[in-house]
Structures are given as structure tokens and as C-alpha cells.
């Protein structure tokens, strides 16, 4: 996922190298204020369902390293991955079927982590959290519209468990300096917002597939591919499917903007509370066939409705850049009178106000511009000291009851970032169309075909989402029988 830094498409630090720092830190160097005092007996006992994978690892390896946790449980369609995660764990019961770890050694756990393809995490999530589970579940937390409610409803009818999202870049200084001048409006009235994504979409190899349909083939050896599909319709295997590359499969993941959504909008949503869902999106793709696969060059326009005197409109406008593709600089008034200079990142968000623009990356640098001008944003007076916390270890925490000022991103704010993603990159399928969302009916209410296209999948009723705080469906609750 990483380029030169001379193109400035490269993230500060690439997701690999900033995990394999954060263990590398330890254990000790993360205890915060939350862990302070003498030791608890308490021990937090964890499923892991995906163990190694693209981060499943590193969640697994991290949250062990916790001196209250431990992992108690594998669960992988993967035989390979699953022996190679025992190796770590050779305590810890292992199955291929979450379900039978719910229903054969439910007693055993008190939290999850999810780190599966998407369009597993639904089913997976609910169901953890009917059973009285805590959750840690990768981004994005859902791959269908419908499953924004669905997950909402059951994080709503448990309130008493602890869900957070992994979105671990939360961690950076810089992060967090962006919510603290964004929300104390040092910076004037929001008039719009810019999201880019950067080029690995169009790459293809480690993370993406390249968009060309080959022929089924066998699933990898001691790979359980029925599992694997979860509540997805029944399909052939196919090459650059079942392993990373999924991301890129209209039925298993999001593409690019879904994989990034959520460690680029946190900073709105954290600030702007008012933001809730869009009303409408429109996306513009000349992008390959999608039948199969999302689209790999996707610049999308959602508009939020607002209001108060935090915003300079009635409405804010969200614009997505997928694939390489960067706002003017001039236009937005960064760099010099024809925007001279370069963006600190491919990846970036950028917030449009009155009195400046914001520029950060993912892990950092800040910048803030007013009148052509750049101020490092770290430097903005008044910034409170921010100190170092370890994501994953302060899930571990709030689970166990200790007090701790560091937990970020549970999962009603993950679900708020995860929803412009989603529509961004399904409205694809419906190019330079404007498509009128109401999220409480879960319909595009001026395009009927997009409601039933876009919004929800017939699962496969063995796999189907736990239905929680809402009437009893008419298909399988989603519980193993």
C-alpha cells in the first residue's frame, strides 16, 4: 500500500509498519492512568475469529499483550492460519465455525475480536453481542446498508457491553489534535470536506484484485470456502478472492473507501456530533465492469444536512477521491496563489472552513493554512497534552470496568464514519446519479432499483444476522441450532 513519499501517495506509516510498532512498544509502555494501582485477578478472556489474515494478527497479538487479558479462543475457516495462531496459543480451543464457539464454548470468553472479510462481520458482531459478548471488530464494522440498523440496534439492546472499532490511528497526535481545533471551531464555520483515498485500489496484488473475472478454482487446501461465504449467496471460488483481496468483490467487501472510511472521517464525527446521516450521494466512476467487483475509480458527493452556527450552510458536502484523484489545492485555498507545493499525503482528510484549512493524514503530519500560510497544526495554542494510550488495550479496560480516558471509537461512532463509505462506493453502480437516502427507512427514495440493489442481501439463513431491539424476523435469528 505504500509508494514513494516524493508522490505523495504514501500514508505516514503504512498499517503494517504502524501495528508492528505499536507491539513493539509492549505491553508497559501503554498502561495509562486506567491501569495504575495494584493488579486485578480479573483476567478478560478472548475469542479471536480471524486470527492472521491482513491485521487479524497483530489485533490478537496486541490484545494478549494486555496484563489482563488472554486468549482464550481461535476460530479460522483457515487450517494453515488457525495451526499457526495455536502455536501462539496452545491453551486456547480452536474451531472453523464461529457459530460452534458460541454455541460449544460460549462459557469460556468474555469478548470477541472480529477481523473476517466484511460482509462476515454482521452476523458474527449481532450474534456476539446477543450472547453477551464485548466486541472489537475491524473496520469497516458492515458491508450492507441494511446491516447499519442492524448492528445499531443490537449495540443499543446491549448497553452494557464495550464495542470499539479498529481504528487504531485514533492513537496519533496528530489525530486527535485535528478533533480538538475542529470542534472548538478555531477555525471558523465548516463550508465542505475533502476525502482521499489514495492509489492501492487500481494496484491490485497484496490488498486488491485487479477487476478481470477468472475462471472458479478450488479453494486453497484445508480452507472451509462454505464458511468462508458466511451469509453470502452460494458462488464458484475464483482466483484473488478468498484471502486479501476480497476487499475489491462486490459481495464480500468495499473497496478502497470502505477499507479507509473509518480512519478518515473519525475526526468529523468525533467533532461534529451534529452530522448524522447523509441525504443524498452521487457518484461519478468510468471504472471496469461491476458486476463482480466495485468500482477502482470512484469520486463521490454526499450532502449532510446541518445545522447551528458550526457550518456555513444549511448543508455540508462530503467529496470521496478514490484512485489517485486530489482536490485543487488553489481551489481550496493551500499553497500559494496557484496552490503551489504538495499534499503531505495521497491519503488525507481536509476540512474547508471560513477562517482556514485543515490537512491531516492518517497518522499525521496536521497542517492548517489561512491566507496561503501553513502552521504546523501540533503547534495550534491551546492544544491540551495528549498522551500516549494503546488502542486495543483500552478495550481491554473499559471491558473490565477500569476507568480510562482513552477509549475511542465504539461502535455507534464507527457506524456513523462506516455509512458515507457504503454509499459511496454502492451508489457506483448508479453513475452521475443522484440517489435521495433516508436512512431510517433504508430506502433511496427517488430510485426504487437502488433500494433493492444497494440496501440489503438475502442471507443464507444459517448465517443470518442476530435480529436485536427490533420485531422477530421471518427468517433464521441467526443462532446455531
Not at 125 to 152: F, N, S, W
Not at 214 to 234: C, I
Request: charged share 20%.
Amino acid at each position: 500500500m505504500t509508494t514513494s513519499p516524493s508522490t505523495g501517495t504514501r500514508a505516514a506509516l503504512s498499517r503494517r509498519e504502524f501495528l508492528q510498532a505499536a507491539a513493539a512498544i509492549g505491553a508497559s509502555a501503554f498502561i495509562g492512568p486506567a491501569l495504575a494501582g495494584p493488579a486485578r485477578e480479573t483476567t478478560f478472556r478472548v475469542l479471536a475469529i480471524g486470527v492472521i489474515g491482513t491485521i487479524g494478527g497483530e489485533d490478537r497479538r496486541i490484545i494478549a499483550a494486555h496484563p489482563a487479558a488472554e486468549i482464550v479462543g481461535l476460530c479460522d475457516v483457515d487450517s494453515d492460519a488457525l495451526a499457526r495462531a495455536a502455536g501462539d496459543h496452545p491453551d486456547a480451543f480452536t474451531c472453523a465455525d464461529y457459530r460452534e464457539a458460541f454455541d460449544r464454548h460460549g462459557d469460556r470468553f468474555d469478548g470477541v475480536i472480529v477481523a473476517t472479510p466484511d460482509h462476515a462481520h454482521c452476523a458474527m458482531m449481532t450474534l456476539a453481542l446477543a450472547r453477551g459478548k464485548h466486541v472489537y471488530g475491524q473496520k469497516p464494522l458492515v458491508q450492507q446498508l441494511e446491516e447499519l440498523e442492524l448492528l445499531r440496534r443490537a449495540v443499543e439492546a446491549r448497553p452494557g457491553l464495550v464495542t470499539q472499532v479498529g481504528a487504531q490511528r485514533i492513537e496519533s497526535e496528530a489525530r486527535r489534535a485535528a478533533v480538538e481545533i475542529l470542534r472548538g471551531g478555531a477555525l471558523g464555520k465548516v463550508i465542505e470536506v475533502h476525502v482521499t483515498f489514495g492509489t492501492s485500489s487500481r494496484q491490485g496484488g497484496h490488498y486488491f484484485a485487479d477487476g478481470i473475472l477468472g475462471d472458479p478454482v478450488t479453494p486453497p487446501p484445508g480452507f472451509d470456502y462454505d464458511l468462508w461465504l458466511n451469509g453470502a449467496a452460494e458462488e464458484p471460488c475464483r482466483p484473488q478472492m478468498v484471502q486479501r483481496q476480497w476487499r475489491s468483490w462486490w459481495n464480500f467487501g468495499g473497496g478502497q473507501i470502505t477499507d479507509w472510511v473509518v480512519h478518515l472521517t473519525d475526526v468529523l464525527f468525533y467533532a461534529f456530533p451534529e452530522l448524522g446521516s447523509p441525504t443524498s450521494v452521487c457518484a461519478h466512476t468510468p471504472s471496469r465492469d461491476l458486476s463482480h467487483f466495485h468500482a477502482d475509480r470512484v469520486r463521490s458527493t454526499l450532502v449532510y444536512p446541518v445545522s447551528g452556527d458550526r457550518f456555513a450552510g444549511s448543508t455540508c458536502t462530503v467529496h470521496f477521491y478514490d484512485s489517485g484523484m486530489m482536490p485543487d489545492r488553489a481551489h481550496l485555498g493551500v499553497g500559494g496563489p496557484r496552490g503551489e507545493g504538495s499534499w503531505p499525503d495521497g491519503i488525507l482528510t481536509i476540512v474547508v472552513c471560513e477562517g482556514g484549512t485543515l490537512v491531516l493524514a492518517p497518522s499525521g503530519p496536521i497542517e492548517i493554512w489561512r491566507g496561503g500560510e501553513k502552521t504546523d497544526g501540533l503547534a495550534w495554542p491551546g492544544l491540551p497534552r495528549f498522551e500516549k494510550f494503546n488502542h486495543w488495550h483500552a478495550w481491554v479496560d473499559a471491558a473490565l470496568g477500569r476507568g480510562t480516558t482513552h477509549r475511542w471509537m465504539p461502535f455507534d461512532i464507527g457506524l456513523r464514519c462506516t455509512e458515507p463509505g457504503l454509499l459511496a462506493v454502492k451508489a457506483a453502480r448508479y453513475p452521475g446519479q443522484v440517489l435521495e437516502w433516508d436512512r431510517p427507512s433504508l430506502t433511496f427514495t427517488n430510485h426504487a432499483e437502488a433500494t433493492r440493489t444497494l440496501v440489503r442481501r438475502d442471507y443464507r439463513p444459517e448465517f443470518a444476522p442476530t435480529r436485536l431491539g427490533a420485531a422477530p424476523s421471518s427468517s433464521s435469528d441467526g443462532l446455531f441450532r
